[in-house]
């Protein structure tokens, strides 16, 4: 040990003289830290739902916790990174740039002193959480670390790892010992043993920190003592030669470690001791040629689950390229798990990490693995059989790459990503509490080591892209804190306590937030909290106590912001933002007595303020959240809504306010004056326990208009409607307007209320006052509403003596006050009757009511001096009929007494008690209020069960009595009615029918389809005598209606029904059945007769105006006989279509063969143009020289010269050439279709593959390294790149048509295999792609296969040229030109060419050429002028 001398120099002169305090209380790490959180976990069993205790960070206890203006007032230094004050000291230019690792992202910016100083931006989750974590620079280590590098050339940091001391590794192969005071303690190693063993790239400290194990870029570990400084081993044949140590880890038995190679190999290292020589055993855990592991973490227990049950097996997890594994290296080797990462990226870095968590009411490890974006957790169990179980939980997804997870305790996790962002998450919720950024840190990066540069870079490639991001060795957890290795400084971060999260956010001025953050303390709802304890009712009282002094200082601050100049909605704005929070959590926390004393008198220094205060306790009250306020905040409360001429606002407030401390005559006296009615009956009932006053107040107001017979102002009518319902719950028992009478007032306030309304006189009552004044009153005010109110407190009533006769003193005065008096409507009387009948009818009715009086009421409902309110009295004895008062009167003299009075819903009520359903038809035909109804009251007896044959046979037999008025009423009802109920009556219906023209609609209802009749035609089976007798009737009135109504119509006889339209000479509807029957030829001769006869009136006419009437008439109907003419020349030969054109053409021609040339006809020219019309209709079924032919043998056209005719062989010549020219476009178009999708095919089979990436995406494998199997590559034209094995063994392979296809593996794997045997046409790309390439040194085609080719008539397309032609197809936006092209060589070759046969319904209906799309608009040809 040459150097021991030499490292104590070292350690001399490296000693850090200067340590901050602040900082070693942050980096509070003394031994005591090695009892974690572990004892808490039995804790965190019992108080699943409680936060955890502040020994889970060994927090010590502050005596005198610092006031809020000293945390106010304090510098907040945290956020200064450090800054060297020699910048000297670090002279970059000596130091051998090899033998450092890449430095992190920020690196680029270390000389940008701004950079590092700049303010962070408060995240989204700054205002919810707070600050959760404290991260502070370790100035007395960083400044060290620097230091060593220029004084004994040390090196850059590469790597840390941290118990009760720090170790930190360096580039030129010493270890840095730091106690937690940051004082340099131990040297180890020289530059000497550096230049040979390389940078230290893994370190380790074991449990009882005896020991430290150094693993060096170029293979070698060394141990050491930390007691003493000793070397005690050097390892050098522990792993294969030329390989750097990537991990070395201890395991919780200290003769046992773990490494991990640069190979991708893990070997187990064990320590002995035989006679003082020290020895290492190394075995072979998992070799790197079956798939390189690149990270291990054993699991380690603390002291307090030494006795685990899963101890034993001494766990550790590995993570490789492709999957992790979970060994026990105790009692003997065993594989207890392996589990694939599924897809991600290749360059992503695996991650492993565990601790023990309480689940399931018990403790157990969980395993914390990612590669990529997402998190899986294993809990590992151990069953009472011994097996180890582990299970999946639920696994969190990212937005970002991770390359390091760190758990600070079992709720809360700490993740670092790719672009150096720190992320607090909770696991349970997998909430995001905070980001930090840690450029400034500038992490130090293991990925020399990963790339072995040190021995050659003798590596794969895999591991080197995943070495690009691998910082495992520069970050370091212990007791709660974790340390980050930066390539100048060390830094620790930390959950801060729920204190110092609070007082982060008062520091920053963000007061609102710090007390929804210690409100979320105080009920066990914040995240990652510590330093509270379990006991939640201590926790409670701990948080409220620094609320309270949050609320203070808040609201001093309300007061001192306030502006004190400007506009008072400026001031009202600061103080409505600044004060419900102050009321809120003063209520939240039960703090009344702050809320009214200290709060209150604050705030009233400023009078906004205090109005403020006061409208936020309005809710409150509201809701009944706020009783028991003080006297003066309640006088306070009404003046100032008084003030403000809010009355309906202090109303509502009173109504929930205990009263009883104000001045009530006050309150009453002010809620008089503002109609505060429902308030001033409040407080008379709460606070004086008066009951009868408000009522006397009331009844003042609206006595004196009612008895004087004026209409009330709406004033009055609210006040009247508030004393009915303050009446009705005065005898329910309910207070008003809410809550309930105390029980042992209930019977007293009832017979107050009673006793007050049945008085005969009111107090100071005038001579001419009429009896019972308050029952008349409320009886003018509502007689409904009133009875209504008396009939639910009769609801009420026991059955006791004195309620009996309340009841029938009530009643005996109602009768007394209504029966005697002239002044009610027949409503009012009705009302009261309807009342009594009511009570009448119940089952236990003690009442007694003069049957007379019902008499009475008869009479002067049914026998009225005028004739007025006719329904109005109608109704009033229904009502009272239905109540139960039918049982008052004779049944006899009612009917007698309701004909009479012409109450036809009486009569209806009275028949349908007696089954009498015949006779209420004529209530409904009587009354000409509801005579329309008759028709739905047939149908419901007839159609609806319940009634007997005979009553059913009744009413029809009176419908049958009434049929012509019925159908007179509405024929389309009756018609519905007969052919519903009795279509085989329909001719006896009809005899009854003498009136031919209700006989007329009545059939027009029944066979005309469009009169809207819902009945189906077919089941009806009317005979065709029926049919003909409706055209007939038709054909009288309303002639111009007939053709239509045979175009709709069915089932009558063709012979018939022509010799009824000739009867009464309607031509065009015999021409038209005519045709129906097939004789067009007759059809014609009937319209070309009528043209006829319309052209000679015209010729024989004299002089007259161009605008003729007759001159229309010739032009209809020749447009009719020509359409007769085209609708039947297709199915006729070219003989018997000039048998229909060519008199037709003579006929139009004719009158101008009258008229010489010398005098020509008034209308000749219009003559001329409709011969025209002729000529262009007949050019399309007859032969244009046949035509020509026949106007030159006319003598009118024959003489004189070719003039007459030359417009219309021009107009002939232009169609030609018009069609011609339609006819080359389309051609040309058609061809420039067909050359640009051959190009695109072309374009399309002959394009080259393009793959994402150069290794197989099933082995992950470069696809040139697998060369000792003569092995495809197959590419598909999604991008993705396999071997030819690996797809086989996939089993990514169809049949398609007999031929084998591959599929892409990634892109189909999500689809399942049912959803492969798609037509390929709509197989998205890349799933099933027959476009792959093989590239093979063997793939030369079989003979077999061009023999069958040969064999094959046509020519079958390879699945590359499908593919392309697949997607050409889905080039076009709409049908595809070769779909036109194959429809238009088709309809060539089935049909013979015909004009017009777009017209004929023929298989061409679902042709391309019928879609909207492809209607071509053509312009009109050219119009020639002579």
Same mark, same amino acid.
């Given at each position: 040990?040459?150097?021991?001398?030499?490292?104590?120099?070292?350690?001399?002169?490296?000693?850090?003289?200067?340590?901050?305090?602040?900082?070693?209380?942050?980096?509070?790490?003394?031994?005591?830290?090695?009892?974690?959180?572990?004892i808490?976990?039995?804790?965190?069993?019992?108080?699943k739902?409680?936060?955890?205790?502040?020994?889970?960070?060994?927090?010590?206890?502050?005596?005198?916790?610092?006031?809020?203006?000293?945390?106010?007032?304090e510098?907040?230094?945290?956020?200064?990174?450090f800054?060297?004050?020699?910048?000297?000291?670090?002279?970059?230019?000596?130091?051998?740039?090899?033998?450092?690792?890449?430095?992190?992202?920020?690196?680029?910016?270390?000389?940008?002193?701004?950079?590092?100083?700049?303010?962070?931006?408060?995240?989204?989750?700054?205002?919810?959480?707070?600050?959760?974590?404290?991260?502070?620079?370790?100035?007395?280590i960083?400044?060290?670390?620097?230091? =060593?590098?220029?004084?004994v050339?040390?090196?850059?940091?590469?790597?840390?790892?941290?118990?009760?001391?720090?170790?930190?590794?360096?580039?030129?192969?010493?270890?840095?010992?730091f106690?937690?005071?940051?004082?340099?303690?131990?040297?180890?190693?020289?530059t000497?043993?550096?230049?040979?063993?390389?940078?230290?790239?893994?370190?380790?400290?074991?449990?009882?920190?005896?020991?430290?194990?150094?693993?060096?870029?170029?293979?070698?570990?060394?141990?050491?003592?930390?007691?003493?400084?000793?070397?005690?081993?050097?390892?050098?044949?522990?792993?294969?030669?030329?390989?750097?140590?990537?991990?070395?880890?201890?395991t919780?038995?200290?003769?046992?470690?773990?490494?991990?190679?640069?190979?991708?190999?893990?070997?187990?290292?064990?320590?002995?001791?035989?006679?003082?020589?020290?020895?290492?055993?190394?075995?072979?855990?998992?070799?790197?040629?079956?798939?390189?592991?690149?990270?291990?973490?054993?699991?380690?227990s603390?002291?307090?689950?030494?006795?685990?049950?899963?101890?034993?097996?001494?766990?550790?997890?590995?993570?490789?390229l492709t999957?992790i594994?979970?060994?026990?290296?105790k009692?003997?080797?065993?594989?207890?798990?392996?589990?694939?990462?599924?897809?991600?990226?290749?360059?992503?870095?695996?991650?492993?990490?565990?601790?023990?968590?309480?689940?399931?009411?018990?403790?157990?490890?969980?395993?914390?693995?990612?590669?990529?974006?997402?998190?899986?957790?294993?809990?590992?169990?151990?069953?009472?059989?011994?097996?180890?179980?582990?299970?999946?939980?639920?696994?969190?997804?990212?937005?970002?790459?991770?390359?390091?997870?760190?758990?600070?305790?079992?709720?809360?996790?700490?993740?670092?990503?790719?672009?150096?962002?720190?992320?607090?998450?909770?696991?349970q919720?997998?909430?995001?509490?905070?980001?930090v950024?840690?450029?400034?840190?500038?992490?130090?990066?293991?990925?020399?080591?990963?790339?072995?540069?040190?021995?050659?870079?003798?590596?794969?490639?895999?591991?080197?892209?995943?070495?690009?991001?691998?910082?495992?060795?520069?970050?370091?957890s212990?007791?709660?804190?974790?340390?980050?290795?930066?390539?100048?400084?060390?830094?620790?971060?930390?959950?801060?306590?729920?204190?110092?999260?609070?007082?982060?956010?008062?520091?920053?001025d963000?007061?609102?937030?710090?007390?929804a953050?210690?409100?979320?303390?105080?009920?066990?709802?914040a995240?990652?909290?510590?330093?509270?304890?379990?006991?939640?009712?201590?926790r409670?009282?701990v948080?409220?106590?620094?609320?309270v002094?949050?609320?203070?200082?808040?609201?001093?601050?309300?007061?001192?912001?306030?502006?004190?100049?400007?506009?008072?909605?400026?001031?009202?704005?600061?103080?409505?933002?600044?004060?419900?929070?102050?009321?809120?959590?003063?209520?939240?926390?039960?703090?009344?007595?702050?809320?009214?004393?200290?709060?209150?008198?604050?705030?009233?220094?400023?009078?906004?303020?205090?109005?403020?205060?006061?409208?936020?306790?309005e809710?409150?009250?509201?809701?009944?959240?706020?009783?028991?306020?003080?006297?003066?905040?309640?006088?306070?409360?009404?003046?100032?809504?008084?003030?403000?001429?809010?009355?309906?606002?202090v109303?509502?407030?009173?109504?929930?306010?205990?009263?009883?401390?104000?001045?009530?005559?006050?309150?009453?006296?002010?809620?008089?004056?503002?109609?505060?009615?429902?308030a001033?009956?409040?407080?008379?009932?709460? !606070?004086?326990?008066?009951f009868?006053?408000?009522?006397?107040?009331?009844?003042?107001?609206?006595?004196?208009?009612?008895?004087?017979?004026?209409?009330?102002?709406?004033?009055?009518?609210?006040?009247?409607?508030?004393?009915?319902?303050?009446?009705?719950?005065?005898?329910?028992?309910?207070?008003?307007?809410?809550?309930?009478?105390?029980e042992?007032?209930?019977?007293?306030?009832?017979?107050?209320?009673?006793e007050?309304?049945?008085?005969?006189?009111?107090?100071?009552?005038?001579?001419?006052?009429?009896?019972?004044?308050?029952?008349?009153?409320?009886?003018?005010?509502?007689t409904r509403?009133?009875?209504?109110?008396?009939?639910?407190?009769?609801?009420?009533?026991?059955?006791?003596?004195?309620?009996?006769?309340?009841?029938?003193?009530?009643?005996?005065?109602?009768?007394?006050?209504?029966?005697?008096?002239?002044?009610?409507?027949?409503?009012?009387?009705?009302?009261?009757?309807?009342?009594?009948?009511?009570?009448?009818?119940?089952?236990?009715?003690?009442? $007694?009511?003069?049957r007379?009086?019902?008499?009475?009421?008869?009479?002067?409902?049914?026998?009225?001096?005028?004739?007025?309110?006719?329904?109005?009295?109608?109704?009033?004895?229904?009502?009272?009929?239905?109540?139960?008062?039918?049982?008052?009167?004779?049944?006899?003299?009612?009917?007698?007494?309701?004909?009479k009075?012409?109450?036809?819903?009486?009569?209806?009520?009275?028949?349908?008690?007696?089954?009498?359903?015949?006779?209420?038809?004529?209530?409904?035909?009587?009354?000409?209020?509801?005579e329309?109804?008759?028709?739905?009251?047939?149908?419901?007896?007839?159609?609806?069960?319940?009634?007997?044959?005979?009553?059913?046979?009744?009413?029809?037999?009176?419908?049958?009595?009434?049929?012509?008025?019925l159908?007179?009423?509405?024929?389309?009802?009756? =018609?519905?009615?007969?052919?519903?109920?009795?279509?085989?009556?329909?001719?006896?219906?009809?005899?009854?029918?003498?009136?031919?023209?209700?006989? $007329?609609?009545?059939?027009?209802?029944?066979?005309?389809p469009?009169?809207?009749?819902?009945?189906?035609?077919?089941?009806?089976?009317?005979?065709?005598?029926?049919?003909?007798?409706?055209?007939?009737?038709?054909?009288?009135?309303?002639?111009?209606?007939?053709?239509?109504?045979?175009?709709?119509?069915? !089932?009558?006889?063709?012979?018939?029904?022509?010799?009824?339209?000739?009867?009464?000479?309607?031509?065009?509807v015999?021409?038209?059945?005519?045709?129906?029957?097939?004789?067009?030829?007759?059809?014609?001769?009937?319209?070309?007769?009528?043209?006829?006869?319309?052209?000679?009136?015209?010729?024989?006419?004299?002089?007259?105006?161009?605008?003729?009437?007759?001159?229309?008439?010739?032009?209809?109907?020749?447009?009719?006989?020509?359409?007769?003419?085209?609708?039947?020349?297709?199915?006729?030969?070219?003989?018997?279509?000039?048998a229909?054109?060519?008199?037709?053409?003579?006929?139009?021609?004719?009158?101008?063969?009258?008229?010489?040339?010398?005098?020509p006809?008034?209308?000749?020219e219009?003559?001329?143009?409709?011969?025209?019309?002729?000529?262009?209709?007949?050019?399309?079924f007859?032969?244009?020289?046949?035509?020509?032919?026949?106007?030159?043998?006319?003598?009118?056209?024959?003489?004189?010269?070719?003039?007459?005719?030359?417009?219309?062989?021009?107009?002939?010549?232009?169609?030609?050439?018009?069609?011609?020219?339609?006819?080359e476009?389309?051609?040309?178009?058609?061809n420039?279709?067909?050359?640009?999708?051959?190009?695109?095919?072309?374009?399309?089979?002959?394009? !080259?593959?393009?793959?994402?990436?150069?290794?197989?995406?099933?082995?992950?494998?470069?696809?040139?390294?697998?060369?000792?199997?003569?092995?495809?590559?197959?590419?598909?034209?999604?991008?993705?790149?396999?071997?030819?094995?690996?797809?086989?063994?996939?089993?990514?392979?169809?049949?398609?048509?007999?031929?084998?296809?591959?599929?892409?593996?990634?892109?189909?794997?999500?689809?399942?295999?049912?959803?492969l045997?798609?037509?390929?046409?709509?197989?998205?790309?890349?799933r099933?792609?027959?476009?792959?390439?093989?590239?093979?040194?063997?793939?030369?085609?079989?003979?077999?296969?061009?023999?069958?080719?040969?064999?094959?008539?046509?020519?079958?397309?390879?699945?590359?040229?499908?593919? =392309?032609?697949?997607?050409?197809?889905?080039?076009?936006?709409g049908?595809?030109?070769?779909?036109?092209?194959?429809?238009?060589?088709?309809?060539?070759?089935?049909?013979?060419?015909?004009?017009?046969?777009?017209?004929?319904?023929?298989?061409?209906?679902?042709?391309?050429?019928?879609?909207?799309?492809?209607?071509?608009?053509?312009i009109p040809?050219?119009?020639?002028?002579?």
């Amino acid at each position: 040990m040459e150097n021991e001398p030499d490292h104590e120099n070292v350690e001399q002169s490296l000693c850090a003289k200067t340590t901050e305090e602040e900082l070693n209380k942050s980096f509070n790490l003394e031994a005591s830290l090695s009892k974690f959180s572990y004892i808490d976990l039995d804790k965190e069993l019992e108080f699943k739902n409680d936060l955890i205790d502040d020994k889970e960070f060994d927090i010590p206890q502050v005596d005198t916790p610092p006031t809020l203006e000293s945390i106010l007032n304090e510098t907040d230094d945290e956020d200064e990174s450090f800054v060297l004050e020699d910048p000297t000291l670090l002279n970059i230019d000596t130091i051998d740039s090899h033998s450092y690792d890449t430095s992190s992202v920020a690196s680029s910016d270390s000389g940008d002193r701004t950079n590092l100083k700049r303010k962070k931006r408060l995240p989204d989750s700054f205002s919810l959480h707070g600050s959760v974590m404290r991260h502070s620079l370790l100035k007395g280590i960083s400044a060290q670390i620097v230091s =060593a590098a220029d004084k004994v050339d040390a090196g850059l940091p590469t790597a840390i790892a941290v118990s009760s001391l720090i170790a930190v590794g360096t580039s030129h192969g010493l270890a840095l010992i730091f106690d937690q005071n940051q004082a340099l303690r131990l040297c180890l190693g020289s530059t000497s043993v550096g230049g040979q063993y390389g940078a230290i790239s893994a370190l380790s400290i074991n449990n009882d920190c005896s020991r430290l194990l150094c693993g060096f870029a170029k293979g070698q570990i060394t141990m050491w003592d930390l007691a003493s400084g000793k070397l005690l081993r050097s390892i050098t044949d522990a792993h294969p030669p030329g390989t750097a140590i990537l991990h070395i880890k201890f395991t919780d038995d200290p003769t046992l470690a773990i490494c991990n190679d640069s190979g991708g190999s893990v070997f187990e290292l064990t320590f002995k001791r035989v006679m003082g020589v020290r020895t290492c055993e190394s075995r072979c855990l998992f070799s790197g040629s079956k798939g390189e592991v690149c990270c291990i973490e054993p699991l380690h227990s603390k002291p307090d689950l030494k006795d685990h049950p899963i101890t034993q097996f001494s766990l550790l997890a590995m993570a490789s390229l492709t999957k992790i594994l979970v060994i026990g290296l105790k009692p003997s080797l065993k594989v207890w798990m392996t589990f694939p990462y599924g897809r991600m990226d290749p360059s992503s870095v695996p991650l492993l990490a565990w601790h023990f968590v309480a689940a399931h009411n018990s403790v157990n490890p969980m395993l914390a693995f990612c590669r990529g974006d997402v998190v899986h957790f294993l809990l590992v169990k151990r069953d009472e059989s011994g097996a180890i179980h582990v299970t999946k939980q639920k696994h969190l997804h990212l937005y970002y790459d991770l390359i390091n997870f760190t758990w600070i305790n079992s709720r809360t996790v700490v993740l670092l990503d790719s672009a150096e962002k720190l992320h607090v998450i909770d696991r349970q919720t997998q909430e995001e509490l905070e980001t930090v950024e840690i450029s400034e840190v500038q992490l130090v990066y293991n990925s020399s080591h990963f790339k072995s540069l040190a021995t050659g870079g003798n590596v794969s490639q895999a591991l080197a892209l995943v070495g690009e991001k691998a910082c495992y060795q520069s970050i370091s957890s212990y007791g709660g804190q974790i340390f980050y290795l930066g390539t100048k400084s060390v830094y620790v971060m930390m959950l801060r306590s729920w204190r110092e999260r609070v007082d982060h956010l008062l520091k920053q001025d963000c007061l609102t937030e710090a007390l929804a953050l210690a409100w979320s303390f105080h009920e066990g709802k914040a995240k990652a909290v510590v330093g509270l304890s379990g006991d939640a009712s201590k926790r409670k009282a701990v948080v409220a106590d620094r609320m309270v002094e949050i609320l203070f200082h808040y609201t001093d601050r309300a007061l001192k912001k306030c502006p004190d100049q400007g506009k008072i909605q400026v001031m009202e704005q600061h103080f409505q933002d600044m004060v419900p929070v102050i009321v809120d959590y003063c209520l939240l926390l039960q703090r009344k007595d702050l809320l009214f004393s200290q709060m209150y008198d604050k705030l009233s220094e400023n009078s906004v303020a205090k109005g403020v205060f006061l409208e936020c306790l309005e809710p409150y009250i509201l809701s009944d959240k706020l009783v028991g306020i003080t006297p003066q905040v309640m006088k306070d409360l009404i003046v100032h809504f008084q003030d403000k001429k809010l009355m309906e606002n202090v109303e509502a407030l009173i109504v929930h306010m205990d009263i009883t401390s104000l001045d009530i005559q006050q309150v009453v006296l002010m809620c008089w004056e503002n109609h505060l009615y429902d308030a001033m009956i409040y407080v008379y009932n709460r !606070g004086m326990n008066e009951f009868i006053s408000p009522m006397e107040k009331l009844f003042k107001v609206i006595a004196p208009p009612l008895n004087a017979g004026k209409t009330l102002t709406d004033e009055q009518v609210v006040m009247g409607n508030k004393l009915l319902v303050y009446i009705s719950c005065c005898l329910a028992g309910r207070a008003y307007p809410l809550g309930d009478i105390p029980e042992d007032l209930v019977p007293l306030v009832k017979n107050q209320v009673f006793e007050f309304l049945i008085r005969l006189h009111s107090a100071e009552a005038s001579p001419q006052e009429e009896i019972y004044p308050y029952v008349r009153t409320l009886l003018h005010f509502d007689t409904r509403e009133f009875l209504n109110v008396l009939a639910l407190t009769f609801e009420d009533f026991k059955n006791d003596k004195q309620a009996v006769e309340y009841q029938q003193r009530i009643v005996d005065i109602l009768l007394k006050v209504m029966v005697e008096n002239s002044d009610f409507t027949p409503s009012q009387v009705g009302c009261l009757f309807t009342f009594l009948a009511r009570q009448l009818a119940k089952p236990d009715n003690t009442l $007694f009511v003069n049957r007379t009086l019902f008499d009475q009421v008869l009479e002067f409902l049914c026998s009225p001096d005028d004739d007025s309110r006719h329904s109005e009295r109608q109704q009033v004895l229904l009502e009272l009929l239905q109540a139960g008062g039918i049982v008052q009167f004779e049944e006899s003299r009612l009917i007698r007494m309701a004909e009479k009075a012409e109450f036809y819903q009486i009569c209806e009520f009275m028949y349908e008690r007696e089954h009498q359903y015949d006779k209420i038809i004529d209530c409904y035909l009587r009354d000409p209020l509801r005579e329309e109804e008759v028709f739905n009251y047939i149908h419901n007896i007839l159609s609806i069960p319940g009634h007997s044959a005979e009553e059913k046979q009744s009413v029809w037999q009176k419908a049958m009595d009434h049929i012509e008025e019925l159908v007179s009423l509405k024929p389309c009802k009756a =018609a519905e009615l007969v052919a519903t109920h009795f279509s085989e009556q329909i001719e006896t219906v009809i005899n009854k029918l003498q009136n031919q023209v209700l006989l $007329f609609r009545f059939l027009r209802s029944l066979l005309d389809p469009r009169e809207g009749i819902h009945v189906n035609q077919e089941l009806l089976q009317i005979s065709p005598c029926i049919t003909e007798q409706f055209i007939e009737l038709l054909c009288q009135f309303s002639p111009t209606q007939v053709i239509e109504t045979l175009q709709v119509l069915e !089932g009558y006889r063709l012979e018939e029904t022509i010799q009824i339209t000739q009867k009464y000479q309607l031509h065009e509807v015999t021409a038209y059945l005519l045709e129906k029957k097939g004789d067009v030829h007759g059809a014609f001769l009937i319209m070309l007769k009528r043209l006829q006869s319309k052209l000679q009136e015209i010729t024989h006419q004299g002089e007259t105006t161009r605008e003729d009437p007759s001159l229309k008439d010739v032009e209809e109907t020749m447009v009719e006989t020509i359409a007769l003419c085209q609708r039947n020349s297709h199915n006729l030969n070219q003989q018997q279509r000039e048998a229909l054109w060519f008199p037709l053409l003579e006929a139009m021609m004719a009158p101008q063969k009258l008229s010489s040339s010398a005098t020509p006809h008034l209308h000749s020219e219009a003559l001329k143009s409709l011969t025209m019309q002729v000529l262009n209709s007949m050019a399309a079924f007859i032969a244009l020289p046949s035509i020509l032919q026949r106007i030159l043998q006319d003598p009118v056209y024959g003489k004189g010269k070719l003039g007459e005719i030359q417009g219309l062989i021009l107009g002939m010549l232009d169609t030609f050439n018009y069609e011609q020219t339609l006819l080359e476009t389309t051609t040309s178009l058609l061809n420039q279709d067909l050359h640009w999708s051959l190009c695109n095919l072309r374009a399309s089979v002959t394009r !080259g593959l393009n793959p994402k990436q150069d290794y197989c995406s099933i082995c992950l494998q470069q696809y040139k390294r697998r060369q000792e199997m003569a092995d495809e590559i197959i590419v598909f034209s999604c991008g993705h790149l396999y071997h030819a094995f690996c797809l086989q063994n996939k089993e990514c392979t169809i049949e398609i048509e007999g031929q084998a296809r591959w599929t892409c593996y990634k892109c189909s794997s999500s689809y399942k295999a049912g959803k492969l045997n798609e037509s390929s046409s709509e197989v998205k790309k890349g799933r099933i792609t027959p476009s792959q390439l093989k590239m093979s040194p063997s793939c030369h085609p079989s003979k077999g296969d061009s023999a069958v080719k040969k064999a094959t008539s046509e020519p079958v397309l390879d699945p590359q040229q499908i593919q =392309a032609f697949d997607r050409l197809c889905r080039l076009y936006r709409g049908s595809s030109r070769l779909a036109l092209l194959t429809e238009l060589s088709q309809s060539r070759g089935s049909e013979s060419y015909r004009p017009f046969s777009g017209s004929q319904s023929g298989p061409a209906s679902h042709s391309i050429f019928q879609n909207e799309n492809f209607q071509l608009q053509l312009i009109p040809p050219p119009v020639t002028e002579d």
